[in-house]
């Protein structure tokens, strides 16, 4: 049965986008059924016993989208709205991101209802080593079977707790290290990991600036340099998003959080409110800025990038046609309801602001594999196809791996493009 597209609950909506895409297709009804709705759903609950003597209850998800392919690849989130329905949707997201780039992951997402800032560093750690081990009951996670990754709310330090407590559920794994990604790189894991995402989202930006033929109608040059740019967010995803396009010579005239956005037209200094941010607690009364509460605000500011890089349903049907931006780029997952997408899409064919779709934008939330397996599986330096892994590539370029660089541009052969690279490798 085919999702309303006008329905609030965030899977509906991505079931709503892929409904719209098969339609196009000549695929059985019965295989686009398979292919859309969840192989495995796994919820639970356990006691967590606080530094008062309390005990609360702690709830969590994890679900594995799609087993087409595997391991299944997907982060885990730790945010007080974290539900059922969301790490579903999450999960479906990192099926279709991996399929449209041909990486060869199945989607899986979990997630656990907690607000971070309300627990000790001890109270975080029991709960990600006792939700661990919930997954590994159920084999919800392992190398080469399912492998988690920081999101919203986690980060290298969950990681490292995730990989120390497999490990201890498995002595004498080799493998074990591969059971997350995202951990410290003192642990296993690559540098320049963090900052991939932003990274991505502004490859994403970059190209889609370089397009002179789209930028005309909107009165945009080409470029990225001086272009006015929004950011919701200012986690690790809005941090770097933010940073790479001022360093690109953007103006970063507004940032939001959860409490509030700073706006100033002639721009910020990036560093300088996250340094604030530090020191008060909040991004608010930076020096030289406006403060705009309620955070929302922010996104309906003039601009000529928009870049969501908080939570999802960011842009709906109420404020859509307030926003006054010319682009915009999602980093965040799901950020523009499908009712929103309809409106900016409509005002993009009057000259208003088109929808970058994040699908669009590289799948940036899909990390490179650690490089350590990689080398224990091939003899010699590996040869490594540079195409916007960025430090990733680097990395492998220092342990002795021939890269060759390429200025990507999203393929219009697909598998093709990437059979002939892999000849240009042998040969």
């Not at 060869?104 to 990600?128: C, H, M, N, S």
């Not at 919701?232 to 770097?240: A, D, S």
């Not at 800025?289 to 349903?313: G, Q, R």
């Not at 490179?368 to 599986?377: E, I, K, Q, T």
Request: proline share 8%; glycine share 10%.
């Amino acid at each position: 049965m085919a999702s309303d597209p006008t329905a609030s609950s965030f899977y509906q909506t991505v079931n709503a986008y892929f409904d719209r895409a098969a339609a196009l297709t000549d695929y059985p009804a019965g295989l686009l059924e398979q292919i859309k709705v969840c192989n495995a759903v796994y919820a639970v609950q356990f006691p967590l016993r606080r530094q008062d003597g309390s005990i609360e209850v702690i709830a969590g998800w994890r679900v594995q989208h799609s087993h087409h392919r595997l391991p299944v690849k997907g982060g885990i989130r730790y945010a007080p709205e974290v539900n059922e329905d969301e790490v579903k949707a999450l999960a479906a997201l990192m099926t279709y991101k991996c399929a449209i780039v041909d990486v060869p992951f199945g989607g899986a997402k979990g997630g656990v209802r907690i607000d971070t800032k309300k627990y000790t560093t001890q109270e975080l750690e029991q709960i990600t080593r006792r939700y661990t081990a919930e997954l590994i009951k159920k084999n919800f996670i392992g190398p080469g079977v399912d492998v988690p990754a920081p999101d919203y709310g986690t980060g290298p330090r969950e990681m490292a707790w995730i990989y120390d407590t497999y490990s201890a559920f498995n002595p004498g794994a080799i493998d074990a290290m591969a059971c997350v990604t995202g951990k410290p790189v003192t642990q296993g894991g690559i540098r320049g990991r963090v900052e991939a995402t932003g990274r991505g989202v502004y490859y994403g930006l970059r190209e889609a600036c370089a397009q002179r033929e789209d930028l005309a109608p909107l009165g945009l040059t080409p470029g990225l340099e001086g272009k006015r740019v929004v950011v919701q967010g200012l986690g690790n995803v809005g941090y770097h998003s933010a940073k790479f396009c001022q360093e690109a010579g953007c103006v970063i005239v507004a940032l939001s959080e959860r409490d509030g956005a700073v706006y100033n037209p002639a721009g910020l200094d990036v560093d300088a409110v996250v340094r604030h941010q530090r020191e008060t607690g909040s991004i608010r009364d930076f020096p030289g800025a406006k403060t705009i509460v309620p955070t929302n605000l922010a996104l309906e500011l003039p601009c000529d990038i928009l870049i969501p890089a908080a939570l999802e349903n960011q842009i709906t049907a109420e404020n859509a046609p307030r926003i006054q931006a010319r682009i915009v780029a999602e980093a965040a997952n799901g950020p523009t309801t499908a009712a929103a997408e309809r409106i900016l899409r409509e005002r993009g064919a009057r000259g208003g602001p088109p929808a970058v779709p994040r699908l669009a934008v590289p799948a940036r939330a899909v990390p490179p594999p650690d490089p350590g397996p990689l080398r224990a599986l091939l003899e010699g330096p590996p040869a490594v196809v540079n195409v916007g892994l960025g430090l990733f590539a680097e990395s492998l370029a220092r342990q002795g791996a021939q890269v060759i660089d390429l200025d990507w541009r999203p393929p219009a052969g697909g598998r093709q493009r990437w059979l002939d690279l892999l000849e240009r490798l042998e040969a």
